[in-house]
T-cell receptor
Framework: GIQVEQSPPDLILQEGANSTLRCNFS?????LQWFHQNPWGQLINLFY???GTKQNGRLSATTVATERYSLLYISSSQTTDSGVYFC???????????FGSGTKLNVKP | DAGVIQSPRHEVTEMGQEVTLRCKPI?????LFWYRQTMMRGLELLIY????????DSGMPEDRFSAKMPNASFSTLKIQPSEPRDSAVYFC?????????????FGPGTRLTVL
């Protein structure tokens, strides 16, 4: 299967700071998604981004499929951004989702 | 819309018992997904359905696990017999577009504890 590595594994920020989360994958993919799981366990799909750049408020994501990585940018972080951010990719067979182990973010007031 | 609904929210059972988890996807969505999350293995896609038809069940860990989607508004994930290592949070998600290429909306999850 496809190996998905996320970095850093843990990140502590002061409210208002910016951050970049990285997702590397080992093979060509047809789909890449970013998810956020809040401290209460709720999962939310942030971006579907197989290539290019997308923005949604203070969050943006860029995927460079040819170089096999994706970046998630969080600007002006807020305490509500805390939680775990997962990256997941779909291989060329379109049938399997491969998840990274996540980046745990803690934004302190 | 009420979002994806899962029941029960918490389930505690004893080893060997049958467990049935339920999911109601968002109305009009065409794909439904079952995930499992554990500390050891992280998030795993177990199975997904397009238009009520199972597409890929390669993530189902063992024959003890089975999933059905008898209609567009209901799905079950059954574990029989359950074992302590099945303890996890099970999420159901649905998406409008078929397959893995669309935004998925997750339910709140079912926390299963097998004693």
């Amino acid at each position: 299967g496809i190996q998905v590595e996320q970095s850093p594994p843990d990140l502590i920020l002061q409210e208002g700071a910016n951050s970049t989360l990285r997702c590397n994958f080992s093979d060509s993919v047809n789909n890449l998604q970013w998810f956020h799981q809040n401290p209460w366990g709720q999962l939310i799909n942030l971006f579907y981004i197989p290539s290019g750049t997308k923005q949604n408020g203070r969050l943006s994501a860029t995927t460079v499929a040819t170089e096999r990585y994706s970046l998630l940018y969080i600007s002006s972080s807020q305490t509500t951004d805390s939680g775990v951010y997962f990256c997941a990719v779909v291989g060329d067979n379109f049938n399997k989702f491969y998840f990274g182990s996540g980046t745990k973010l803690n934004v302190k007031p | 819309d009420a979002g994806v609904i899962q029941s029960p929210r918490h389930e505690v059972t004893e080893m060997g018992q049958e467990v049935t988890l339920r999911c109601k996807p968002i109305s009009g969505h065409n794909s439904l997904f079952w995930y499992r999350q554990t500390m050891m293995r992280g998030l795993e896609l177990l199975i997904y359905f397009n238009n009520n038809v199972p597409i890929d069940d390669s993530g189902m860990p063992e024959d003890r696990f089975s999933a059905k989607m008898p209609n567009a508004s209901f799905s079950t994930l059954k574990i029989q017999p359950s074992e302590p290592r099945d303890s996890a949070v099970y999420f159901c998600a649905s998406s409008l577009v078929q397959g893995l290429t669309d935004t998925q909306y997750f339910g709140p999850g079912t926390r299963l504890t097998v004693l």
